[in-house]
């Protein structure tokens, strides 16, 4: 009798996890269609709009000093006095990340950008000339990969940083824009922070701190993610270097994307969702017959 009893008691309890498991996938199913249609409300009307406003305009910490300068592949925001940019701005689309373009490896004063350090002021520093617009992201142009070899894009980076967590940032932005089409990226060093180490005749700023913020403007739910990194090794890697557009605005001074309208602005810069986007792959090309 007890082991029929138990048995019984084994197959009530099976049919209600088996009743509440059916609950949850209907409340769930419910919340991605209300999740879906919020999100058509918010970005029905005004993704229209995305594709005509300038996405790539940013608007420099007014207590920095700013030489705009216009290349084929990035606009730069320079600062004369700490003889590198406040920031670098460029697209990445998914046919760009094609290119088969050679790597230039040549590094040039742009005599053109009052202040521009000089390659050699990096000689013997420790320090690696670090892209902010990698070479990388420019094979689809000699022009532009040469323009990123301009000491206007160049910061002093730790080889353990350059070579490590920021090197793997780039590729995945890569991935990001072969997945959705293209992306937005601005990145540059930390300049609020206080600068405490010069190199070079030049006398050129040593940050110890980096920024990049990526928007994705034309995936299905358009998103965005920052990150602010030490410039030495990167404990806990990219996850750990994660924040919020809106939290690399607060500690930069500059505002990122801000032609985009504000209903989407204040969704996507709030936004830090590394497990997401670390799980983006690119599509899956087709093969030629």
Not at 93 to 103: F, L, Q
Not at 160 to 173: F, P, Y
Not at 279 to 285: D, L, V
Request: proline share 6%; aromatic share 8%; hydrophobic share 35%.
């Amino acid at each position: 009798m007890r082991q029929r009893k138990n048995s019984r008691h084994r197959g009530i309890g099976l049919g209600v996890i088996l009743a509440i498991a059916a609950v949850i996938l209907v409340a769930l199913a419910a919340w991605k269609i209300n999740a879906e249609k919020e999100s058509e409300a918010i970005f029905g009307d005004e993704r229209a709009i995305i594709g005509q406003v300038d996405l790539m305009k940013v608007v420099t910490n007014p207590e920095l000093e700013e030489s705009m300068v216009a290349y084929k592949g990035m606009d730069i925001s320079f600062n004369p006095r700490m003889h590198l940019p406040n920031w670098v701005c460029w697209e990445l689309t998914a046919d760009e990340t094609d290119g088969s373009i050679p790597r230039s490896n040549k590094f040039l004063c742009d005599e053109s950008v009052p202040g521009c350090a000089e390659p050699y002021d990096y000689n013997y520093s420790g320090y690696d000339r670090g892209h902010m617009a990698p070479a990388g992201d420019m094979k689809w142009d000699k022009d532009a990969m040469s323009e990123t070899f301009y000491m206007t894009n160049i910061c002093p980076q730790s080889k353990t940083l350059n070579t490590g967590t920021w090197k793997r940032l780039e590729q995945k932005c890569r991935t990001w824009a072969q997945a959705d089409s293209a992306v937005i990226i601005v990145c540059g060093p930390i300049l609020t922070d206080k600068i405490t180490e010069y190199i070079g005749d030049s006398r050129v700023a040593v940050p110890k701190r980096f920024f990049k913020v990526i928007l994705s403007p034309y995936a299905e739910h358009p998103r965005g993610i920052g990150f602010i990194m030490p410039n030495d090794k990167v404990e806990g890697g990219m996850q750990a270097a994660a924040v919020s557009i809106d939290e690399v605005e607060r500690v930069t001074g500059h505002d990122f994307f801000s032609e985009l309208p504000d209903s989407i602005e204040n969704i996507v810069e709030a936004q830090c969702d590394f497990h997401y986007w670390s799980t983006i792959k690119p599509p899956k090309k087709s093969s030629k017959k």
